[in-house]
């Protein structure tokens, strides 16, 4: 019987035990090197109030238009599946009082929900591992934040990637930017795509991020955001490139990338890989010294960034290609005696801190032996009535196919060798 709900739903997907290690390198490669620059993990919930995510990630933006996840709950609570974790890592800094500490750094590894139209490298369900420094205005907050993802994508191999970054500087600047941009592209409105011109009143510096080739023509003549910063706001991104360079971190500077959250300043940036579809970018992120101020809690400035998983092991896999997990013993058992005193030998391979698989299939010992050999194991243990009348156990070796019958407790003696 074939039945919708016995798929995934659109967009989502499972990850099945062979694509774990993957998962796990990731996991391991990111948390060492986090962990030497002092990050500390942290879990927040993946439910939050749909208000936390309208109003940090910003109205006029394709997250809260049309991607969110949303529903009521019994209580009549507005209720939302994360799309992102920076504003609920900003709410947990704020409900846990986290700036006593002054400085926190941050980072996560999690699901994220955006009703998008599935594609490649596009889930509905898709993971973001990221980063956040907390309480640092330094250019220096940035420049490291930046090379922890240089640093990451670096150890899980990543090849031909490039680093574009730019300042947005703070809102005053922004909103002088944001007349001049309108001005000069109600000019041309009508040659604009449709976003474009949408974007005209909601979100204009979203403009600047069309794909349309049009659109693309007549943003080069138009203002640039860059001119419109102040000798603070330059100075700051002239230092974070300057550290960029001392670190031999190469990068290019683009005055068009402005990203699609309302919640940035200064520094913006983006990793991409030069995979000719839309979906090359790995790495989001920037700085957002006012978020947790505009949710309530004191002044703090703040930068981090996240990255696509299922995005970034698409281009990795190859690279890292993972062997799996082979056992080293099967345990294969027949009849009530042999399964009675089986668990004996069980508790010392866990002793031994060797890895095997117990035989639970009760079949003959031909068909476990054939499973053994099957799972790549290099050895299979057998307890049959036979051996639990002579009080011995044998071993067969898969690999040079030979069997050795040895009493019981010369067995358990010598059960370290199935290590080496
Ligand atoms: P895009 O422009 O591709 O939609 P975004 O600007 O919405 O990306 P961010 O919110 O900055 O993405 O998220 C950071 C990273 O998370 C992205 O660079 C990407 O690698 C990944 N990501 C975002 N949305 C999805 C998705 N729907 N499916 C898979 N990965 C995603
Ligand atoms: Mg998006």
Redesign the pocket.
């Known amino acids: 019987m074939k039945s919708y709900f016995m798929q995934p739903l659109r967009?989502t997907k499972d990850i099945l035990p062979h694509e774990i290690i993957y998962w796990q390198q990731i996991y391991t490669k990111a948390s060492d090197i986090l962990t030497i620059h002092n990050y500390s993990e942290i879990r927040t919930p993946i439910i939050e109030s749909t208000n936390l995510f309208e109003r940090t990630i910003g109205e006029s933006t394709?997250?809260i238009n049309k991607e969110m996840y949303s529903f009521i709950d019994q209580s009549n609570r507005n209720i939302t599946l994360r799309?992102?974790a920076t504003a609920s890592i900003a709410r947990a800094f704020i409900s846990n009082k986290l700036y006593e500490n002054k400085l926190q750094k941050l980072w996560y590894l999690g699901p994220?929900f955006?009703y998008?139209r599935p594609q490649s490298?596009?889930?509905?369900q898709?993971?973001?591992l990221?980063i956040e420094c907390i309480g640092s205005l330094s250019p220096m907050a940035d420049t490291e934040v930046i090379q922890l993802a240089n640093k990451i994508l670096n150890q899980l191999k990543l090849k031909d990637y490039i680093l574009e970054i730019n300042s947005i500087g703070n809102l005053q600047e922004r909103e002088i930017y944001k007349i001049d941009l309108v001005e000069y592209l109600l000019q041309y409105q009508k040659d604009l795509d449709v976003d474009s011109q949408n974007r005209l009143y909601s979100n204009p510096l979203r403009i600047l991020?069309s794909k349309n080739r049009k659109t693309q023509e007549i943003l080069s003549n138009a203002p640039n955001l860059n001119n419109y910063l102040s000798k603070t706001s330059n100075e700051h991104f002239y230092l974070v490139c300057k550290y960029l360079d001392n670190l031999n971190i190469s990068y290019k500077i683009n005055h068009k990338l402005v990203?699609?959250?309302d919640y940035y300043n200064h520094t913006t940036f983006?990793i991409k890989t030069d995979s000719p579809n839309?979906?090359n970018?790995?790495?989001?992120?920037g700085r957002y010294d006012n978020l947790i101020e505009q949710l309530g809690g004191p002044k703090t400035p703040a930068v981090g960034?996240?990255?696509?998983?299922?995005?970034?092991l698409k281009i990795i896999r190859q690279e890292l290609k993972l062997s799996q997990q082979k056992i080293t013993v099967y345990v294969a058992t027949q009849g009530l005696a042999a399964q009675a005193k089986i668990w004996e030998i069980v508790q010392n391979l866990e002793k031994e801190k060797i890895n095997f698989e117990l035989d639970l299939s009760n079949t003959s010992f031909q068909k476990q032996i054939k499973r053994a050999s099957k799972l790549g194991a290099k050895f299979c243990i057998i307890l049959g009535d036979q051996e639990i009348n002579n009080n011995c156990i044998t071993t067969r070796n898969l690999d040079e196919h030979k069997q050795y019958t040895i009493c019981y407790s010369q067995f358990l003696k010598e059960i370290k060798k199935f290590k080496s």
């Open positions: 967009g394709d997250i799309p992102e994220m955006r998008e490298g596009r889930q509905r898709f993971h973001q990221g991020d990203r699609g959250l983006e839309s979906q970018t790995i790495c989001g992120g960034w996240a990255i696509g998983i299922e995005r970034l």
